[in-house]
């Protein structure tokens, strides 16, 4: 148990930084949904979607291959230091190409009339592609509270930066003060483009804060060690090319196969009421800061199948009360968006926890294939999964907008927990206790069905059927216990 005590530590400080940089960026969704027209607010988040996607490419997998090799090489660093010349050796190249065809990229993506978008955002994808092993090696040396200091740096960097812009400056315009700040730092037309700016600077903040863990590399390259790399990263590319394409190609499709006098619309409502799920999101991103590298560590270990096992049961317990709480709430924390022209989104919430907390299963899942060398079946299942957005996001968009692509992703997540356990029984059996992890699922399912019918004194039967999933689980694990101690 003190592995597991460990690994929820860890998973704490880890999110620390996710839980309140995400709580202070998702108060930006009542400044940004106030400012921005839904059409607007789909604009942006279809460039993001686009980032996404290179980052994936711009990393291709190096950071789990480092997590792998550093735990089994003699020299983490000389697997560092290999990783983050190949690294910044493609971001350079990245650059130039971007660069040399700005244009016709803005064209592609339709903000043909501001092309420095596309420079912006791919400065700031190279900032934090550099970023992605510094912070890695953190995570390896255990030095958590290093950093979570950084990421919430580089996140109060960046809502400052937004305030100043959205709130500050305007402010001081329609004062008539401060006109030498306003007439060389601010224009109103760039609009949603203060977005990339502030993040720019946040970035390249971040990477300023790195530079003690870059500065001390060797800087040498071991085209052996970069082999091995590369061919364990590989399959871990196409594999988050498919997660990126589970997570963002909904907005893409939904700006192509809608018409066009709704869609952007359409992606903007979507893509607001998606930020309330985020703290599913944001503990699913702290658990996997804190797993991956547990996970790896414990791989060698002669209980270390029981030790997954018991991760997933606990993870389960928590991920169902957080879906549970926030669909409860959900009259409450709508409020956040205040441009009530997006409430109309607000029904994709629950299919979308729900999608997340099979996502975080696959998570647990995907140990097999990754301490056993076996990344190819992680791709396979991941390009799996992608299939199944694609499909069923063509096939729902059309009828269901994008409630549609709200079931698309949860039939696309809960595919692939599947597949990933059917696979794993004939490489990596792990007993996970699913009669348990099943009865978790289907107490929060059942309690947010009666919230549904009663939901008219939503406060007092919210609270209760929160209360009552907790004392579940802790009447349940307490038996569990005593289970176990008296079998031994």
Same mark, same amino acid.
């Given at each position: 148990m003190s592995l597991l005590h460990k690994?929820?530590?860890?998973?704490?400080?880890?999110?620390?930084?996710? !839980?309140?940089?995400?709580?202070?960026?998702?108060?930006?969704?009542? #400044?940004?949904?106030?400012?921005?027209?839904?059409?607007? $607010?789909?604009t942006f988040s279809e460039l993001m979607a686009v980032v996404a996607f290179a980052m994936v490419v711009l990393t291709y997998g190096f950071e789990t291959s480092f997590f792998h090799f550093a735990n089994k090489e003699d020299s983490a660093e000389q697997t560092l230091s290999t990783g983050f010349i190949s690294l910044t050796a493609t971001s350079l190249l990245f650059i130039i190409l971007s660069f040399s065809y700005t244009q016709p990229i803005a064209n592609l993506l339709h903000v043909?009339?501001?092309?420095?978008y596309i420079q912006w +955002?791919? =400065?700031?994808?190279?900032?934090?592609?550099?970023? *992605? =092993?510094?912070?890695?090696? @953190?995570?390896?040396?255990?030095?958590?509270?290093?950093?979570?200091?950084?990421?919430l740096i580089n996140i109060a960097v960046n809502i400052g930066l937004n305030l100043f812009f959205f709130l500050l400056c305007p402010y001081l315009v329609s004062e008539g003060m401060a006109p030498f700040l306003t007439n060389y730092v601010y224009? /109103?037309?760039?609009?949603?483009?203060?977005?990339?700016?502030?993040?720019?600077?946040?970035?390249?903040? %971040? @990477?300023?804060?790195?530079?003690?863990?870059?500065?001390?590399?060797?800087?040498?390259?071991?085209?052996?060690?970069?082999?091995?790399?590369?061919?364990?990263?590989?399959?871990?590319?196409?594999?988050?090319?498919?997660?990126?394409?589970?997570?963002?190609?909904?907005?893409?499709?939904?700006?192509? #196969?809608? /018409?066009?006098?709704?869609?952007?619309?359409?992606?903007?409502?979507?893509?607001?009421?998606?930020?309330?799920? !985020?703290? %599913?999101t944001l503990f699913i991103?702290?658990?996997?800061?804190?797993?991956?590298?547990?996970?790896?560590?414990?791989?060698?270990?002669?209980?270390?199948?029981?030790?997954?096992a018991k991760v997933m049961r606990y993870f389960i317990a928590f991920t169902g009360f957080i879906f549970l709480s926030i669909n409860?709430?959900?009259?409450?924390?709508?409020?956040?968006?205040?441009?009530?022209? $997006?409430?109309?989104?607000?029904?994709?919430?629950? !299919?979308?926890?729900?999608?997340?907390?099979? +996502?975080?299963?696959?998570?647990?899942?995907?140990?097999?294939?990754?301490?056993?060398?076996?990344?190819?079946?992680?791709?396979?299942?991941?390009?799996?999964?992608?299939?199944?957005?694609?499909?069923?996001?063509?096939?729902?968009?059309? *009828?269901?907008?994008?409630?549609?692509?709200?079931?698309?992703t949860l039939l696309c997540y809960a595919s692939m927990c599947l597949l990933s356990f059917i696979l794993s029984r004939s490489h990596y059996p792990i007993s996970y206790p699913w009669k348990t992890i099943f009865t978790y699922l289907i107490a929060a399912l059942v309690l947010f069905y009666f919230w549904l019918q009663w939901h008219d004194a939503y406060f007092v039967v919210s609270t209760l059927v929160c209360i009552v999933y907790v004392f579940g689980v802790l009447m349940l694990e307490k038996r569990k216990k005593i289970s176990t101690l008296s079998a031994k």
């Amino acid at each position: 148990m003190s592995l597991l005590h460990k690994l929820a530590g860890q998973t704490a400080i880890y999110g620390l930084s996710s !839980i309140v940089g995400r709580l202070l960026n998702f108060l930006l969704v009542p #400044l940004y949904t106030s400012i921005f027209a839904p059409e607007e $607010y789909g604009t942006f988040s279809e460039l993001m979607a686009v980032v996404a996607f290179a980052m994936v490419v711009l990393t291709y997998g190096f950071e789990t291959s480092f997590f792998h090799f550093a735990n089994k090489e003699d020299s983490a660093e000389q697997t560092l230091s290999t990783g983050f010349i190949s690294l910044t050796a493609t971001s350079l190249l990245f650059i130039i190409l971007s660069f040399s065809y700005t244009q016709p990229i803005a064209n592609l993506l339709h903000v043909s009339s501001q092309p420095q978008y596309i420079q912006w +955002l791919t =400065l700031i994808v190279v900032l934090d592609v550099l970023s *992605t =092993l510094p912070f890695a090696k @953190l995570r390896l040396e255990q030095k958590a509270w290093r950093f979570a200091t950084i990421r919430l740096i580089n996140i109060a960097v960046n809502i400052g930066l937004n305030l100043f812009f959205f709130l500050l400056c305007p402010y001081l315009v329609s004062e008539g003060m401060a006109p030498f700040l306003t007439n060389y730092v601010y224009n /109103p037309s760039i609009g949603i483009g203060y977005i990339f700016i502030s993040n720019l600077i946040a970035s390249l903040i %971040m @990477l300023g804060l790195l530079s003690p863990e870059i500065l001390t590399l060797k800087m040498t390259f071991d085209l052996v060690v970069w082999k091995k790399m590369i061919r364990y990263g590989l399959p871990l590319l196409i594999g988050g090319l498919a997660y990126v394409t589970n997570e963002m190609v909904d907005r893409l499709l939904l700006k192509y #196969l809608l /018409p066009s006098n709704i869609a952007s619309a359409e992606v903007g409502i979507y893509s607001a009421c998606y930020k309330i799920s !985020i703290f %599913m999101t944001l503990f699913i991103q702290a658990f996997r800061y804190g797993a991956e590298p547990f996970f790896f560590a414990q791989a060698e270990s002669e209980d270390a199948k029981e030790q997954y096992a018991k991760v997933m049961r606990y993870f389960i317990a928590f991920t169902g009360f957080i879906f549970l709480s926030i669909n409860v709430f959900i009259d409450l924390l709508k409020h956040f968006i205040q441009n009530e022209t $997006y409430h109309a989104g607000l029904e994709v919430v629950p !299919i979308l926890l729900l999608a997340n907390l099979f +996502l975080g299963m696959y998570y647990n899942l995907s140990v097999w294939y990754k301490v056993s060398e076996k990344t190819r079946f992680g791709a396979y299942i991941s390009v799996f999964g992608a299939c199944v957005t694609v499909f069923f996001n063509i096939l729902l968009i059309p *009828t269901m907008s994008y409630v549609g692509s709200a079931w698309a992703t949860l039939l696309c997540y809960a595919s692939m927990c599947l597949l990933s356990f059917i696979l794993s029984r004939s490489h990596y059996p792990i007993s996970y206790p699913w009669k348990t992890i099943f009865t978790y699922l289907i107490a929060a399912l059942v309690l947010f069905y009666f919230w549904l019918q009663w939901h008219d004194a939503y406060f007092v039967v919210s609270t209760l059927v929160c209360i009552v999933y907790v004392f579940g689980v802790l009447m349940l694990e307490k038996r569990k216990k005593i289970s176990t101690l008296s079998a031994k």
